[in-house]
């Protein structure tokens, strides 16, 4: 496995594998890396000749300068991670590489992006949008791998490929759990212990909700879903929504769509969390 820090390194690594004639996926991270980062990189290597791994803390995604200052970096603990699951290279750019001179362009796929994490996070999917294309263009990948737990950031994704023609495959993966049911994510290193304890809450209410939906209407699993979450200690519910899982907006009863799928943002402390569960698919 090799560690390259520009394009240039990169493209150069990428052309010798080509010239192999291998295919070449890239995941695109933010470091970090827990098993569910692994399992889309272990994917990553065994559907294409070679997996490149980007490490990122993309700046112009984070409309919350803490967020941005506390976000874990472990480049160190991530190599070793990938180096265990087989990535050729792992791409990790300064600052400076990724954006010379600032990003102007303006990425807008309303209304998959107005909604949800759009509306608490002005600017954010503009920010993936911009780095998310710097690495298509960087690395040209024929496929590109991204988590389903990003529910929204991966439609919103499928969106963009689909508008600028980029010639690769996105693959969505299955959210990856803790064994009690927690989503994985690299904020959780963030929870103390009894944030993780309350943290799991969320996901328990939206496997019960799913019980709850099979019986009820759309309106009644909401209110259970919040109810659920206001009486949970140390929780604090920024949205739940029931959306249809491809146009991201909400629906009314579960007739009018074929794909719906709950999603939902916690504040545990200072921590923000996100899931989602489908309840029709
Ligand atoms: O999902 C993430 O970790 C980030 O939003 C991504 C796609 C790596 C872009 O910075």
């Known amino acids: 496995m090799k560690i390259v820090h520009t394009i240039k390194d990169l493209q150069a690594g990428l052309s ?4 192999q ?10 470091g970090a890396l827990h098993a569910g980062h692994a399992s889309l990189v272990k994917r990553c290597v065994a559907e294409n ?9 993309n700046p112009t995604q984070f409309n919350d300068k803490n967020d941005l200052e506390k976000y874990p970096r472990t480049l160190e603990a991530d190599c070793a991670l990938l180096e265990a699951c087989g990535a050729a290279f792992v791409f990790a750019p300064s600052v400076a590489e990724m954006y010379p001179e600032p990003d102007t362009r303006q990425f807008s796929y309303a209304p998959l ?17 911009q780095i998310v294309s710097k690495l298509f263009d960087a690395v040209k990948p024929d496929r590109a791998y991204f988590g389903e737990k990003d529910f929204q950031q991966l439609a919103i994704i499928r969106e963009m490929v ?66 659920a979450i206001a009486a949970a200690p140390g929780l604090r519910l920024e949205y739940f929504e029931l959306v249809d899982g491809n146009t991201l907006q909400r629906i009314a009863n579960w007739e009018e769509t074929a794909y719906a799928v709950g999603c939902i943002t916690v504040f545990c402390g200072e921590v923000r969390l996100i899931d989602n569960v489908k309840y029709k698919e």
């Open 113 to 129: 992006d107005t909604v949800m994490e759009g509306a608490f996070r002005p600017g954010h999917f503009n920010g993936v949008c």
């Open 162 to 227: 689909r508008q600028m023609n980029y010639p690769l495959e996105i693959v969505g993966c299955p959210i990856v759990r803790e064994e009690d049911g927690l989503a994985l994510s690299s904020r959780n290193a963030r929870l103390s212990a009894g944030e993780r304890k309350n943290a799991l809450k969320i996901s328990q209410t939206l496997f019960e909700s799913r019980t709850f939906a099979a019986s009820h209407t759309v309106a009644e699993t909401q209110k259970f879903v919040e109810d």
């Open 49 to 57: 000749g070679a997996a490149v791994v980007s490490v990122f803390v």
């Open 21 to 30: 004639g291998k295919k070449v996926g890239l995941v695109p991270t933010m």
């Open 16 to 19: 010798a594998l080509r010239a």
